[in-house]
């Protein structure tokens, strides 16, 4: 995992922390980080099954966007956390019908 620290870079300028944007993909990676974390064994069974999975991740995306995000509702920050959601969420299937 990077930790990336807040700080003035010697030209004055704030580093990565204090950027809008950090990593092009940082909300493909959480939408992808959500979809693994949600199929823990940390969840009952009946809330691993795919919709309800997707139902609640989106939910808890959305509410992140609407109540705790500094920046508030943004499309583009829900948009790619659920395309990265769903890519995983074919990869994990492609792979399964494979292997």
């Not at 700080?7 to 300028?13: D, I, N, P, R």
């Not at 959480?30 to 949600?38: P, Y």
């Not at 920050?77 to 890519?87: A, F, S, T």
Request: aromatic share 12%; glycine share 12%; proline share 3%.
């Amino acid at each position: 995992m990077l930790l990336l620290v807040a700080g003035k870079t010697a030209s004055g300028q704030l580093s990565c922390a204090h950027r809008r944007r950090c990593f092009a993909g940082d909300e493909y990676a959480t939408g992808a980080a959500m979809n693994l974390i949600s199929r823990g064994p940390w969840f009952t069974r009946s809330t691993r099954r795919p919709a309800v999975r997707f139902a609640w991740t989106t939910g808890a995306s959305i509410f992140y966007e609407l109540v705790l995000d500094n920046h508030g509702w943004e499309s583009r920050d829900v948009l790619p956390r659920l395309g990265g959601y769903l890519i995983t969420e074919g990869l994990i299937a492609l792979g399964k019908r494979i292997f």
